[in-house]
T-cell receptor, first 113, second 111 residues
Framework: AQSVTQPDIHITVSEGASLELRCNYSYGATPYLFWYVQSPGQGLQLLLKYFSGDTLVQGIKGFEAEFKRSQSSFNLRKPSVHWSDAAEYFCAVGPRGDYKLSFGAGTTVTVRA | DAEITQSPRHKITETGRQVTLACHQTWNHNNMFWYRQDLGHGLRLIHYSYGVQDTNKGEVSDGYSVSRSNTEDLPLTLESAASSQTSVYFC??????????FGPGTRLTVT
């Protein structure tokens, strides 16, 4: 069965520190991969996506993610977090040739001063 | 600018009532989706549509229905609201590239 796992429910990080959010997936073939961010009371905003090619992808707000086929992972990183990065982050995957997405349960990021 | 709007943003209803949540997109996307978001579950797909007159069930479709009479709208109907359907509902749309664009959500409370 297809699945998306975000192992960390909640992460607390100091402002200015680096951040890494983990995402693992189980699919028959390499799917399309996405990271979304949700601020409180808001909808989801696309941070970045991976379809093919370079396994390190750059997104908005200074985020990047690395696709590792051997580990079935698509981890999200930011070198230096800002207080405005406090939000919930969702990893999503979708099979090639289809448009549906499966979402992980999300990781809540708290930024302390 | 293109966008997705949802209405109402907040709704309180009673058990057993029929409720319809509206979703309208101006992206001119063929694909539209309805999700519910519950703590600890992320987003779960309720129904989706790949074009006018096309509708499909997602993983949590029981008690919900949709219809697609034009490109812009995909209303979600709860036939007989239950307390288990208290949730935040998100509508999304996408083109063939796969990335989905989300509306602001509707918070539904069933009492």
């Amino acid at each position: 069965a297809q699945s998306v796992t975000q192992p960390d429910i909640h992460i607390t990080v100091s402002e200015g520190a680096s951040l890494e959010l983990r995402c693992n997936y189980s699919y028959g073939a390499t799917p399309y991969l996405f990271w979304y961010v949700q601020s409180p009371g808001q909808g989801l905003q696309l941070l970045l996506k991976y379809f093919s090619g370079d396994t390190l992808v750059q997104g908005i707000k200074g985020f990047e993610a690395e696709f590792k086929r051997s580990q079935s992972s698509f981890n999200l990183r930011k070198p230096s977090v800002h207080w405005s990065d406090a939000a919930e982050y969702f990893c999503a995957v979708g099979p090639r040739g289809d448009y549906k997405l499966s979402f992980g349960a999300g990781t809540t990021v708290t930024v302390r001063a | 600018d293109a966008e997705i709007t949802q209405s109402p943003r907040h709704k309180i209803t009673e058990t057993g009532r029929q409720v319809t949540l509206a979703c309208h997109q101006t992206w001119n996307h063929n694909n539209m989706f309805w999700y519910r978001q519950d703590l600890g579950h992320g987003l779960r797909l309720i129904h989706y549509s790949y074009g006018v007159q096309d509708t499909n069930k997602g993983e949590v479709s029981d008690g919900y229905s949709v219809s697609r009479s034009n490109t812009e709208d995909l209303p979600l109907t709860l036939e007989s609201a239950a307390s288990s359907q208290t949730s935040v509902y998100f509508c999304a749309s996408s083109e063939s590239t796969g990335e989905q664009y989300f509306g602001p959500g509707t918070r539904l409370t069933v009492t």
